[in-house]
């Protein structure tokens, strides 16, 4: 089956500095990725959409400069949290759908995120 | 605003309980996916429903797409341990994104 792979699976990291975290799909390819945000005991909020070779298209109410998203190739997503603070502490979690599979969205295991 | 309503939010049963999860919304979707969640995963699909008044059935879950394809439900029979988890409903929208329901918290006591 299709299978994406999501890195780090956890980082801590200080106020003020930057995480990147890389989202895969290991046996298919994905023009489109998606990044959510996951709070404790809340459910996905879609954060954006990552479009292969062109710019990614943001949810209302998420900063752009803040959630950076780089999709350079069919198989890899990128988001950057730039200049992190504690708010931005929560579980980060990719998806890509396998067109093949006929509505088959995959889902990355997410990454913990902890700002210090 | 969440589009899509889940009842209820939380819902603690004794094994071999049987239950009921309900995912309201006020939109229609072209389909409606029925996810489970355990702490610290991504989401694993359980279903995709596609047609009003569709019905499926995976063991002891059973799933229900409305009629007007704007709510479903989740069905579980004699709940096990196992079935512990969150589970999340999400419609499908026109440009391929996904609208998560608010969610269901199930505990299954054995």
């Known amino acids: 089956g299709a299978v994406v792979s999501q890195h780090p699976s956890w980082v801590i990291c200080k106020s003020g500095t930057s995480v990147k975290i890389e989202c895969r799909s290991l046996?298919?390819?994905?023009?489109?990725m998606f990044w959510y945000r996951q709070f404790p005991k809340q459910s996905l909020m879609l954060m954006a959409t990552?479009?292969?070779?062109?710019?990614?298209?943001?949810e209302q109410g998420v900063e752009k400069d803040k959630f950076l998203i780089n999709h350079a190739s069919l198989t890899l997503s990128t988001l950057t949290v730039t200049s992190a603070h504690p708010e931005d502490s929560s579980f980060y979690i990719c998806?890509?759908?396998?067109?093949?599979?006929?509505?088959?969205?995959?889902f990355g295991s997410g990454t913990r995120l902890t700002v210090v | 605003t969440q589009l899509l309503k889940q009842s209820p939010q939380f819902l603690s049963i004794q094994e071999g309980e049987n239950l009921t999860v309900y995912c309201n919304s006020s939109?229609?979707?072209?389909?409606l996916q029925w996810y489970r969640q355990e702490p610290g995963e991504g989401p694993v699909l359980l279903v995709t429903?596609?047609?009003?008044?569709e019905v499926k059935k995976l063991k002891r879950l059973t799933f229900q797409f409305g009629d007007a394809r704007k709510d479903s439900s989740l069905h579980i029979t004699a709940a096990q341990p196992g079935d512990t988890g969150l589970y999340l409903c999400?419609?499908?929208?026109?440009?391929?994104?996904?609208?998560f329901g608010s969610g269901t918290q199930l505990t299954v006591l054995p």
């Open positions: 990552s479009n292969e070779g062109s710019k990614a298209t943001y």
């Open positions: 939109s229609v979707f072209s389909s």
């Open positions: 998806s890509a759908e396998d067109r093949g599979s006929n509505y088959g969205y995959t």
């Open positions: 046996d298919f390819q994905a023009t489109t």
């Open positions: 429903v596609v047609t009003g008044g």
């Open positions: 999400a419609g499908v929208g026109s440009a391929r994104q996904l609208t």
